[in-house]
């Protein structure tokens, strides 16, 4: 173990931790919110449901619910624009800022 520990670059109790997160059910769902939240450092954690009805007939178009999700919680990117509270959501709003300035100094629609 302490070789592949060495390859990997951690020690050999982290290595363990990681395997049993790996193999756990839903890890690729957990992987796939992690990705989806650009690597946000202090995810929102959110539980519950939500239902979309037809306005007309009260038809249930869509239904959701957390329950699925792995810990029964679907995580969304913090969106905090301080770069020493999360670096990566940062990161984003501050590409967004550039463009803002740039299209209101140039007076540019897009």
């Known amino acids: ?20 997160v790996a193999s756990a059910p839903g890890f690729d769902r957990w992987r796939e919110q992690i990705r989806r ?9 959110l539980s519950g449901t939500s239902v979309t009805r037809d306005a007309r ?11 699925e999700e792995p ?21 984003t709003y501050a590409g967004d800022a550039y463009h803002l300035i740039r299209a209101g100094l140039t007076g540019d629609p897009r």
């Open 57 to 67: 007939t009260r038809e249930v178009l869509y239904a959701y619910s957390t329950a």
């Open 71 to 91: 810990g029964g919680r679907l995580r969304v990117a913090c969106g905090n624009r301080r770069a020493s509270r999360c670096p990566s959501c940062a990161w």
């Open 37 to 45: 939240t650009g690597g946000c450092s202090d995810p929102i954690h």
């Open 1 to 20: 173990m302490a070789g592949v520990a060495a390859a990997v670059g951690t020690d050999p109790v982290t290595l363990a931790d990681l395997l049993r």
